[in-house]
C-alpha cells in the first residue's frame, strides 16, 4: 500500500494545490501518512516569495530525509518552479516539479513507492511525454533529467553520487487550474479554503510570483458554485471534476475564497465575470453561512464591493489589501499600480461603512532605495489611519526581479530595525482594535484545537472581523456561539496569544 505525506509551506493557493494532489492521491488508492516518517512518499510544496522560505523548504527536505531515509521525496511547487536545480541537488530528493507540470505528479507516486522508475532513454534523459497521456504533445520547455549535485558534495565511499530528476516547463504554456478546497485532511481546517484564481498579470518589481505561477486565469463560475454547494451539503456529491469531495464532518459554515490576484478573478474568462458578480452569485446560489476573501488588490476594492460588504451579514467583515509602502516614490519603484492616497481613500470608505471590520495589509521593509524619510512616511501613514493588523515583510532579493538588481540595496541591519519598527506599530494597532471591541456581541465560529495548544476548558474560534478568542467551555469545531466582550474576559494581549470570552446567555 502506498503511503503518502504532503509538507505544505506558503499561501493558501499553495494549500490548496496540496489539497488538490491530495485528493487525487487519495482516489488512486493511496493512503494519508500521519507525519513524514510513516509515509513511503512525501510531497513538499514549496513557496518562494522570499529568501526564508526558500530555505525553509531545504531545511525540511534535509529533516525529512535524516528522519526517514527510505522515503522517496518528492519536490513542487514555486520554488520548484523557479530553481529546480537546487532542490534537484539535495539528497533524498527524487523528483523535482515544477508548478508547470504540478498535475502530473499522481502518475510519479506508484512507480517511486515501487522502486521502480518508468524506462529511461539510453541519454539518461527520462522521456517526460510518458507523463502527459492527457495533454497535448509536450513543451518544448518540458526538461526531465538527471541533475548533479553542487560542487563540493561530499558523500560516504557507499554512497553514490545523488541524482534526481526534474519536470518541468515554462509556465505560460500551462493554463491548467489545480485547486481543491482545503479542508479537514490536509491540516485541520476548520474553514475550507477554496483557491478560485491563480496566476498574476501585474509585474511588480519585488515580486517572482507571476514567473512561477504563471497567466491570471480563474475556476469557471459554475464550478466555483458547485464546489461551494458541495461543501455546505451533509453528504457532498461528486466534485466538478468527477472526483469525491473528501468527507467534512458537518457542513462547512465559513467558506475563504483564495487566489493569487483574487480581485482579478474572471476576466480571463469568456464571457468576462467580475469578482463581485461571482459574490452575488454565491450568495444567491449556494446556503454558504459566512463567506471570507482573502488579499486583494486595494484597486479592487471598489464602493461597490464595499456597499456589498455592508449590506450583507454573509460576507465576513475582513479586508487584507497588500500595501508594501506608503511611500509615493518606493510605491512607483515597485510598480504598484496605486499611490498613498488612493489607499487611504478605501481604508477611509470600508472604516465609514463598516467601523468594525478588520482591515489587514502586508508590509515590506527595505526596499531597494528606501530611505529613513520614505520609512517614516509609512510608519505615519499607517498609525493615522484605522488598520487592525499587519503582515511584515523583511525585503528579500528573489532571482529574475527587477529589483534584485537596483544598485541602491538597503543593508540587512536596517532592513531588520525598520521591520521591527513596523511590528512593533502593527501591535499597537492590534491592541486599540481590540479594546475598541469591548461592550460588543458578536458571533464566532469555533475552530478545531491547536494539537499544540494545552489549555482546558477554553475554545479557539474566529469572528466575522477577523478576531482570534478563546471562550470558556469545551466546543466541537464549526459551531456557531453568541458572545459579549466585556472589560473583564477581554484583555488586550500579545498577538501569539489569544483573549477568553464568555458565551453569552
Given at each position: 500500500?502506498?503511503?503518502?505525506?504532503?509538507?505544505q509551506?506558503?499561501?493558501r493557493?499553495t494549500?490548496?494545490?496540496?489539497?488538490?494532489?491530495?485528493?487525487?492521491?487519495?482516489?488512486?488508492?493511496?493512503?494519508?501518512?500521519?507525519?513524514?516518517?510513516?509515509?513511503?512518499?512525501?510531497?513538499?510544496?514549496?513557496?518562494?516569495?522570499?529568501?526564508?522560505?526558500?530555505?525553509?523548504?531545504?531545511?525540511?527536505?534535509?529533516?525529512?530525509?535524516?528522519?526517514?531515509?527510505?522515503?522517496?521525496?518528492?519536490?513542487?511547487?514555486?520554488?520548484?518552479?523557479?530553481?529546480?536545480?537546487?532542490?534537484?541537488?539535495?539528497?533524498?530528493?527524487?523528483?523535482?516539479?515544477?508548478?508547470?507540470?504540478?498535475?502530473?505528479?499522481?502518475?510519479?507516486?506508484?512507480?517511486?513507492?515501487?522502486?521502480?522508475?518508468?524506462?529511461?532513454?539510453?541519454?539518461?534523459?527520462?522521456?517526460?511525454?510518458?507523463?502527459?497521456?492527457?495533454?497535448h504533445?509536450?513543451?518544448?520547455?518540458?526538461?526531465?533529467?538527471?541533475?548533479?549535485?553542487?560542487p563540493?558534495?561530499?558523500?560516504?565511499l557507499?554512497?553514490?553520487?545523488?541524482?534526481?530528476?526534474?519536470?518541468?516547463g515554462?509556465?505560460?504554456?500551462?493554463?491548467?487550474?489545480?485547486?481543491?478546497?482545503?479542508?479537514?485532511?490536509?491540516?485541520?481546517?476548520?474553514?475550507?479554503?477554496?483557491?478560485?484564481?491563480?496566476?498574476?498579470?501585474?509585474?511588480?518589481?519585488?515580486?517572482?510570483?507571476?514567473?512561477v505561477?504563471?497567466?491570471?486565469?480563474?475556476?469557471?463560475?459554475?464550478?466555483?458554485?458547485?464546489?461551494?454547494?458541495?461543501?455546505?451539503?451533509?453528504?457532498?456529491?461528486?466534485?466538478?471534476?468527477?472526483?469525491?469531495?473528501?468527507?467534512?464532518?458537518?457542513p462547512?459554515?465559513e467558506?475563504?475564497?483564495?487566489?493569487?490576484?483574487?480581485?482579478?478573478?474572471?476576466?480571463?474568462?469568456?464571457?468576462?465575470?467580475?469578482?463581485?458578480?461571482?459574490?452575488?452569485?454565491i450568495?444567491?446560489?449556494?446556503?454558504?453561512?459566512?463567506?471570507?476573501?482573502?488579499?486583494?488588490?486595494?484597486?479592487?476594492?471598489?464602493?461597490?464591493?464595499?456597499?456589498?460588504?455592508?449590506?450583507?451579514?454573509?460576507?465576513?467583515?475582513?479586508?487584507?489589501?497588500?500595501?508594501?509602502?506608503?511611500?509615493?516614490?518606493?510605491?512607483?519603484?515597485?510598480?504598484?499600480?496605486?499611490?498613498?492616497?488612493?489607499?487611504?481613500?478605501?481604508?477611509?470608505?470600508?472604516?465609514?461603512?463598516?467601523?468594525?471590520?478588520?482591515?489587514?495589509?502586508?508590509?515590506?521593509?527595505?526596499?531597494?532605495?528606501?530611505t529613513?524619510?520614505?520609512?517614516?512616511?509609512?510608519?505615519?501613514?499607517?498609525?493615522?489611519?484605522?488598520?487592525?493588523?499587519?503582515?511584515?515583510?523583511?525585503?528579500?532579493?528573489?532571482?529574475?526581479?527587477?529589483?534584485?538588481?537596483?544598485?541602491?540595496?538597503?543593508?540587512?541591519?536596517?532592513?531588520?530595525?525598520?521591520?521591527?519598527?513596523?511590528?512593533?506599530?502593527a501591535?499597537?494597532?492590534?491592541?486599540?482594535?481590540?479594546?475598541?471591541?469591548?461592550?460588543?456581541?458578536?458571533?464566532?465560529?469555533?475552530?478545531?484545537?491547536?494539537?499544540?495548544?494545552?489549555?482546558e476548558?477554553?475554545?479557539?474560534?474566529?469572528?466575522?472581523?477577523?478576531?482570534?478568542?478563546?471562550?470558556?467551555?469545551?466546543?466541537?469545531?464549526?459551531?456557531?456561539?453568541?458572545?459579549?466582550?466585556?472589560?473583564?474576559?477581554?484583555?488586550?494581549?500579545?498577538?501569539?496569544?489569544?483573549?477568553?470570552?464568555?458565551p453569552?446567555?
Amino acid at each position: 500500500m502506498t503511503t503518502f505525506y504532503i509538507q505544505q509551506f506558503g499561501c493558501r493557493a499553495t494549500q490548496a494545490d496540496g489539497a488538490a494532489l491530495e485528493r487525487q492521491l487519495l482516489d488512486r488508492g493511496c493512503t494519508r501518512a500521519a507525519d513524514p516518517a510513516a509515509a513511503c512518499i512525501v510531497v513538499l510544496n514549496t513557496c518562494t516569495v522570499t529568501a526564508a522560505a526558500d530555505a525553509q523548504a531545504r531545511d525540511a527536505i534535509r529533516k525529512i530525509h535524516a528522519q526517514n531515509p527510505q522515503a522517496r521525496l518528492i519536490v513542487t511547487g514555486c520554488y520548484a518552479q523557479r530553481a529546480p536545480e537546487e532542490l534537484a541537488a539535495l539528497l533524498g530528493v527524487q523528483w523535482v516539479v515544477g508548478n508547470s507540470h504540478k498535475p502530473q505528479i499522481p502518475q510519479l507516486v506508484h512507480p517511486l513507492a515501487n522502486h521502480n522508475s518508468p524506462a529511461r532513454a539510453s541519454n539518461n534523459f527520462f522521456p517526460a511525454a510518458s507523463l502527459l497521456p492527457d495533454l497535448h504533445a509536450p513543451s518544448p520547455f518540458v526538461r526531465a533529467q538527471h541533475v548533479a549535485p553542487h560542487p563540493g558534495a561530499i558523500y560516504h565511499l557507499d554512497e553514490p553520487p545523488h541524482h534526481a530528476k526534474i519536470l518541468t516547463g515554462d509556465i505560460f504554456h500551462h493554463p491548467e487550474f489545480l485547486s481543491a478546497p482545503i479542508q479537514g485532511g490536509e491540516g485541520n481546517h476548520t474553514r475550507p479554503i477554496l483557491k478560485i484564481q491563480d496566476g498574476c498579470n501585474n509585474r511588480c518589481s519585488f515580486c517572482v510570483i507571476p514567473f512561477v505561477r504563471g497567466k491570471s486565469r480563474s475556476l469557471a463560475p459554475d464550478a466555483v458554485i458547485r464546489e461551494i454547494q458541495a461543501l455546505t451539503s451533509p453528504r457532498p456529491p461528486a466534485s466538478p471534476v468527477g472526483q469525491p469531495i473528501l468527507a467534512v464532518h458537518s457542513p462547512a459554515r465559513e467558506i475563504v475564497l483564495s487566489g493569487i490576484n483574487l480581485g482579478t478573478y474572471g476576466r480571463d474568462l469568456t464571457p468576462r465575470i467580475e469578482f463581485i458578480d461571482l459574490l452575488r452569485r454565491i450568495l444567491d446560489e449556494t446556503p454558504i453561512e459566512r463567506l471570507r476573501i482573502s488579499s486583494i488588490e486595494p484597486q479592487d476594492v471598489t464602493q461597490d464591493l464595499v456597499d456589498l460588504f455592508a449590506q450583507s451579514e454573509r460576507i465576513a467583515q475582513h479586508f487584507h489589501m497588500p500595501l508594501q509602502s506608503a511611500s509615493d516614490r518606493i510605491l512607483a519603484a515597485m510598480h504598484r499600480w496605486y499611490r498613498s492616497e488612493h489607499y487611504a481613500r478605501r481604508i477611509e470608505l470600508i472604516h465609514e461603512r463598516l467601523p468594525n471590520a478588520a482591515i489587514g495589509a502586508d508590509v515590506i521593509a527595505g526596499f531597494p532605495g528606501e530611505t529613513e524619510s520614505d520609512h517614516a512616511a509609512t510608519l505615519s501613514f499607517i498609525e493615522r489611519l484605522p488598520f487592525t493588523y499587519l503582515h511584515v515583510f523583511s525585503y528579500s532579493p528573489r532571482p529574475g526581479t527587477k529589483a534584485a538588481n537596483a544598485p541602491d540595496q538597503v543593508p540587512s541591519r536596517i532592513i531588520k530595525r525598520r521591520a521591527r519598527e513596523l511590528r512593533a506599530l502593527a501591535d499597537q494597532k492590534s491592541a486599540a482594535f481590540r479594546r475598541a471591541q469591548i461592550n460588543r456581541d458578536e458571533r464566532v465560529l469555533t475552530l478545531h484545537r491547536n494539537a499544540h495548544d494545552a489549555r482546558e476548558g477554553l475554545t479557539p474560534t474566529l469572528s466575522s472581523n477577523y478576531l482570534k478568542l478563546s471562550v470558556s467551555g469545551d466546543f466541537g469545531p464549526n459551531l456557531w456561539l453568541d458572545v459579549h466582550i466585556s472589560q473583564e474576559n477581554f484583555a488586550p494581549v500579545a498577538e501569539s496569544k489569544v483573549a477568553e470570552l464568555v458565551p453569552s446567555t
